[in-house]
């Protein structure tokens, strides 16, 4: 599943996020599409207390960060 977070100020990429794994079967990915730099440090912070993995994170020659989420278990 993709997510479009860009033009997104902290902490709505993450609130998004939150939001959108609920939907996402456990082991399948969330790919994260956003332009708030402070997302590269976020989103991963709020994975590891919730338990999914970050599978990848890089920022684009566009500017646009990409971060692919492996979800884990629901809570």
Same mark, same amino acid.
């Given at each position: ?14 609130i998004r996020v939150s939001a959108a794994i609920?939907? /996402?079967?456990?082991?399948? +990915?969330? +790919?994260?599409?956003? +332009?708030?730099?402070?997302?590269? !440090?976020d989103i991963p912070a709020w994975c590891r207390?919730?338990? !999914?993995?970050? /599978?990848?994170?890089? +920022? ?16």
């Amino acid at each position: 599943m993709d997510l479009d977070a860009r033009y997104l100020l902290c902490p709505m990429p993450v609130i998004r996020v939150s939001a959108a794994i609920g939907r /996402v079967a456990v082991g399948d +990915t969330l +790919t994260v599409h956003c +332009t708030d730099p402070g997302a590269l !440090h976020d989103i991963p912070a709020w994975c590891r207390l919730e338990g !999914h993995e970050v /599978v990848a994170a890089r +920022t684009e020659a566009s500017g646009d960060i990409v971060i692919v989420i492996r979800v884990g278990g629901h809570g």
